[in-house]
């Protein structure tokens, strides 16, 4: 049931404030993460990990990439992420002393299924983090948590994608605090910007329309560059793969510092700059790349901070989301994305819910 929607993946982009409520739900509460009714882990446990892998592919991967920036800043973790894909056919040092995060919405993806037999085999704690309780890789782990995203039907993912990253910055809190690492007011901030998002993100979704204007008045661009700095860096990416899955145009996603090692020379009027630049530490060299883009005539649409005035009359367009923590911005960056892909697939007429070649769970390799 599409529930009045055109499309499920529109549907699921409008669900994600629920989503966000759900995968916090009994985990958070009063200023606090407790996931201890999930992981038996104790305090020793978690000191005998030295590392932190997560594992995952396409979207997923984009999320644990997105909880990575987090972890490293508040966790004591030597962390590494990978595809699926290549984690399982390289020799990386793993064992015992290694936490192994599987993050997968189906359960059932082979790659990642086959890096984690490996990672158990070899010795590590392995944790999945998915959208089915039932599922392969649920039954295969020693412990898991669950998105509660509820069942996503549109091959492209987007509220699983909220779901996971709300899930995964849940277990750095966590960690972190078994860690010794977080003070009370620390994790009560967190905790407090956490509640908040839901709200924020539904005052991002109320404002659609725009994006559709945007969406529209490119409809002729054939290529895309996203661009975004640290936590930006990953939503870029999240960005450019929902463009390219469901409206078949390509698009890339760059860590804005490279664009002028390469992908510059792609720029052109018919080349449209997708910017994620909140007001975050990093805002005024991602503004610099605006300015670059500018010069060989691009066209930027920009995603930026409510009140953030610096990008007036240099971006052509910009998208505002409500102020959250510098961590916290791909809660809301990402959510325009997903619909400006959505309404410039439909504007070209595109299967949205079954893009051609995909499936919505890669259960082969
Ligand atoms: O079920 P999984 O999370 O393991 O799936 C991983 C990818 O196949 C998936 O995220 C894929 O990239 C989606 N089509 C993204 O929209």
Same mark, same amino acid.
């Given at each position: 049931d599409k529930g009045g929607y055109p499309h499920f993946m529109l549907k699921e982009i409008n669900e994600q404030g629920a989503v966000l409520r759900n995968s916090m739900a009994k985990r958070l509460a009063e200023g606090t993460v407790d996931l201890s009714a999930e992981l038996p882990w104790t305090k020793k446990d978690v000191a005998s990990w030295k590392r932190l892998h997560i594992v995952a592919c396409g979207t997923s991967y984009y999320a644990a990439l997105v909880a990575e920036r987090f972890l490293e800043t508040i966790t004591d973790f030597d962390i590494r992420v990978d595809v699926a894909s290549e984690y399982r056919y390289r020799n990386i040092p793993l064992g015992p002393d290694t936490l192994a995060v599987f993050v997968s919405?189906?359960?059932?993806?082979a790659d990642t299924l086959a890096a984690e037999r490996i990672a158990r085999e070899k010795g590590a704690r392995c944790l999945a983090v998915t959208n089915v309780i039932g599922s392969t890789i649920a039954r295969e782990v020693h412990d898991v948590l669950q998105l509660?995203?509820?069942?996503?039907?549109?091959? !492209?993912?987007?509220k699983t994608f909220m779901g996971q990253m709300a899930v995964l910055y849940l277990l750095a809190i966590h960690l972190a605090k078994m860690q010794g690492k977080l003070t009370p007011e620390q994790e009560k901030k967190y905790c407090d910007e956490l509640t908040a998002l839901p709200y924020k993100l539904e005052s991002v979704l109320l404002r659609q329309e725009s994006l559709q204007e945007t969406a529209m008045l490119y409809n002729e661009a054939r290529d895309f560059l996203f661009l975004g700095r640290g936590i930006s860096y990953p939503v870029a990416l999240e960005g450019a793969l929902k463009l390219k899955e469901i409206s078949y145009v390509h698009a890339e996603a760059y860590a !804005?510092?490279?664009?002028?090692?390469?992908?510059?020379?792609?720029?052109?009027?018919r080349v449209p700059v997708v910017v994620i630049s909140p007001?975050?530490?990093l805002h005024e060299k991602t503004f610099s790349n605006i300015l670059e883009a500018k010069a060989r005539k691009s066209p930027v649409i920009a995603i930026a901070t409510e009140g953030d005035d610096s990008l007036d009359g240099t971006a052509d367009h910009i998208f505002f989301v409500p102020e959250t923590l510098d961590q916290f911005t791909p809660f809301l960056t990402v959510a325009p994305l997903q619909l400006f892909s959505y309404f410039f697939a439909r504007f070209l007429g595109c299967h949205i819910d079954q893009p051609r070649n995909l499936a919505k769970s890669v259960t082969v390799e």
């Open positions: 919405q189906s359960g059932e993806t509660k995203a509820g069942p996503e039907i549109g091959v !492209a993912a987007t !804005a510092g490279e664009m002028k090692h390469g992908p510059i020379a792609l720029l052109d009027p007001k975050d530490g």
